[in-house]
């Protein structure tokens, strides 16, 4: 089993940063790929940003040259560091663990960019 906790989110204005982290832990060994998904009401959760165990690495095109999806393999610790926030980053982010055991999920952390 693996256990993932997010954090960091909050109310950032526009043009702003926030970095999220995805504490994991639990069956590490066996985790292959990690990412963060955004989801706002009444739509689909959608990807953001994905790390591979190889550090291969994509973002979705909203996240291109703006987000930077990172890790601290010390500390079994995801990150997503945003920038130059947009109204339209507003979402509960989501850290996701692609494991052998299982497809794990965080509880989200809620990102809003108002002014």
């Known amino acids: 089993q693996v256990q993932v906790v997010e954090s960091g989110g909050g109310l950032v204005q526009p043009g702003g940063s926030l970095r999220l982290s995805c504490e994991v832990s639990?069956?590490?060994?066996?985790?292959?790929?990690m990412g963060w998904y955004r989801q706002t009401p009444g739509n689909q959760r959608e990807l953001v940003a994905h790390i591979t165990g190889s550090d291969s690495i994509n973002y979705a095109d909203p996240a291109k040259g703006r987000f930077t999806i990172s890790r601290d393999n010390a500390k079994n610790t995801l990150y997503l560091q945003m920038n130059s926030l947009k109204p339209d980053d507003t979402a509960v982010y989501y850290c996701r663990v692609l494991a052998g055991t299982g497809d794990y999920w965080g509880q989200g952390t809620p990102v809003t960019v108002s002014s």
């Open positions: 639990g069956s590490m060994f066996s985790i292959y790929a």
